[in-house]
């Protein structure tokens, strides 16, 4: 069976205008500002925030996009890795707080 | 359109924009291919193999030109690294002694390697570049060690700091020296330059703070798809994705600047060309244009028809690249 996830792909996403086109537009221009023009954040740590959560996300896409995207706006190795990493231990420790809601229901049950 | 043909000159139609000479306001001379580095992305494949070399008369008729022809107010000079040859110093002294100035582009390692044939030491580098009053251009693709080795060669970034650090001294990147010492950022592989002020800031940012090292500009040049770094996009199947990109960044403005428009670019031999790397591809300037030094007209060459291929998309891609940086 043919992958789901073909990297050559990632040029055709702009089809998902071909049907609601107004709908893609406005994705399109909220994208757009949001991920690559300068505001309060620098182009490259807007890409750098990209990397992170297209990693949590864990999408090859966005994770094939926004590497390039780092590269492209002057980021490094150091600095993408360090902010996979703070992606990584935000979600883990996501995880890890819930336990807090294990540890009331034992406390409550518990005699 | 497949991007192995991807079509320059139809790109141009369909802008409107027609790319003729401005003026021939640099000329810029290779004197050969010795290097005492062998860099991946090189589009000269110089090395310290390479024997191409300048002749003494053809730095003679150079000289001759620039005396002719006072509308040409620069000499950059550019090789493998242009300090190896023999005649580095004479063409230098000629040039300044007209008034002209002068760019040599200087890979900073060069003043502490031997010279590659002779042994001789180059570390009084530094001090004729100072009397000389050069403006040094020299490449430095990243504020790490690691990017800059991957592309340069291991070593190349420790000499480079060195050598930067011997330029600082004497003058070079502090503010109202008068001496210039301007850096050149290309990507260590297949993807575009960042924007140049953006990553001109970070790296004196990095340089002056992990290394009190100062420079006036950086250069932002995006790699062309020729020679060396084309055959790294061919070995890892990224030419086409390469190319793609290029021509999807495609910039009129930055095609109005394209830097073919306001130089002559001269060949170890003589010959002349559009651009460096018009040069590396042996593609001399248009028919019926004198092309070689010895017969050198410039009215002649101001009405030449600029010749273009795909690799000019690398000229033209976002804020556009030349020897001088971003053009838009």
């Known amino acids: 069976m043919a992958p789901y996830y073909e990297s050559k792909d990632l040029a055709k996403f702009p089809d998902m205008g071909k049907n609601q086109p107004h709908l893609w537009e406005k994705f399109l221009a909220w994208y757009t500002e949001a991920t690559a023009v300068e505001g309060a954040l620098t182009r490259r740590e807007k890409s750098l925030v990209g990397l992170a959560v297209a990693h949590t996300v864990q999408c090859p896409y966005c994770i094939d996009a926004y590497t390039t995207q780092c590269l492209e706006t002057g980021a490094n190795l150091d600095q993408m890795t360090e902010a996979i990493h703070v992606a990584s231990a935000v979600r883990g420790g996501a995880s890890l707080v819930h336990g807090v809601q294990c540890r009331n229901i034992v406390e409550k049950l518990s005699m | ?156 970034f420790a000499k480079s700091l060195e050598s930067m650090r011997r330029l600082n001294d ?97 060949g170890y031999d003589g010959t002349l060309y559009d651009c460096d790397f018009n040069q590396m591809l042996s593609w001399r300037v248009n028919h019926g244009a004198p092309h070689t030094i010895w017969d050198f007209d410039f009215d002649r060459l101001m009405d030449r028809q600029i010749i273009f291929g795909s690799h000019c998309f690398g000229c033209t891609a976002g804020a556009g690249s030349s020897c001088g940086g971003a053009t838009a």
């Open chain 2, 170 to 266: 004497l003058g070079y990147g502090q503010e109202g020296s008068g001496l210039l010492l301007n850096l050149v950022y290309n990507p260590v592989g297949a993807y575009l330059p960042p924007a140049q002020g953006e990553i001109e800031a970070e790296f004196k940012r990095q340089l002056k703070s992990r290394h009190g090292l100062l420079f006036n500009h950086l250069f932002v040049i995006t790699n062309m798809p020729i020679n060396r770094f084309r055959h790294f996009l061919e070995r890892a199947e990224l030419y086409d994705q390469y190319m793609g990109k290029l021509v999807g960044a495609f910039n009129p403005v930055a095609a109005e600047g394209v830097m073919c428009r306001s130089m002559i670019s001269v």
């Open chain 2, 1 to 156: 359109m497949s991007t192995r043909e991807a079509d320059f000159e139809r790109t141009l139609a369909e802008q409107k924009l027609d790319l003729r000479p401005v003026s021939i306001e640099t000329l810029q001379v290779n004197t050969g291919k010795l290097c005492n580095q062998a860099c991946k992305h090189c589009h000269v494949d110089a090395g310290p193999r390479r024997t191409e070399m300048m002749s003494p008369e053809a730095i003679e008729r150079c000289l001759d030109i620039l005396r002719r022809y006072r509308q040409i107010s620069i000499l950059d000079l550019t090789g493998g690294a242009p300090e190896l040859h023999p005649g580095f110093r004479h063409f230098v002294m000629e040039a300044r002694a007209m008034g002209r100035r002068v760019m040599v582009r200087h890979n900073l390692t060069v003043t502490l390697d031997p010279h590659p044939l002779t042994g001789e030491s180059m570390e009084y580098l530094p001090e004729f570049f100072r009397e000389q009053r050069l403006e040094v251009v020299s490449s430095l693709p990243y504020f790490q060690e690691r990017e800059t080795d991957a592309q340069r060669g291991q070593g190349v």
